[in-house]
């Protein structure tokens, strides 16, 4: 009986720390459902950042811990873009894009995606801007984010000067 009430202990143990460890957001950072962050996008006229991620994914893990959990990246992202996650896994539930219903994993495979960790960047009318796949370090993140934020702005003036 002690025998199989510590097996029922370890396998409750297991199943706390399991579910203990699950997708967290780093702190200070606000992530969004995806439709509200398409509505903050469109009215702050901020790029939308998509993080795909899986719960089985370990890369994903550290991508959070590492990259966007660096004060540098974290403080950038806070400033300039508007953050979302979706598991890619998800079949089941439904996103609206670009008038059409989507599931997470829908929407993943139309990026042209095919592993995890991988963000999506989009514009401020959650138009496709560019997809990052793979786990990368604090300082190449860092380069890409600014770079795509000097991209968006030159984008900007030259429509400007034309108008």
Not at 19 to 41: G, M, R
Not at 71 to 96: G, M, W
Not at 111 to 128: I, K, Q, Y
Request: hydrophobic share 40%.
């Amino acid at each position: 009986m002690n025998r199989t009430l510590f097996k029922l202990l370890v396998l409750i143990i297991s199943f706390l720390l399991l579910t203990s460890c699950s997708k967290s957001s780093p702190d200070d950072l606000k992530w969004h459902n995806f439709e509200k962050a398409v509505k903050l996008a469109a009215k702050q006229d901020k790029p939308i950042m998509v993080d795909f991620f899986a719960d089985w994914c370990h890369w994903c893990y550290e991508l959070d811990r590492k990259t966007f959990n660096a004060p540098e990246v974290k403080e950038y992202l806070k400033e300039h873009f508007i953050l979302t996650r979706l598991n890619a896994d998800s079949r089941l539930r439904t996103i609206r894009y670009q008038g059409d219903l989507l599931s997470p994993y829908d929407l993943f495979m139309s990026t042209g995606s095919t592993g995890l960790p991988t963000v999506v960047f989009l514009d401020s009318g959650a138009n496709f801007i560019y997809t990052q796949p793979g786990f990368h370090e604090k300082d190449f993140y860092i380069g890409l984010l600014k770079t795509l934020i000097e991209s968006i702005e030159k984008v900007r003036a030259e429509q400007e000067g034309m108008e």
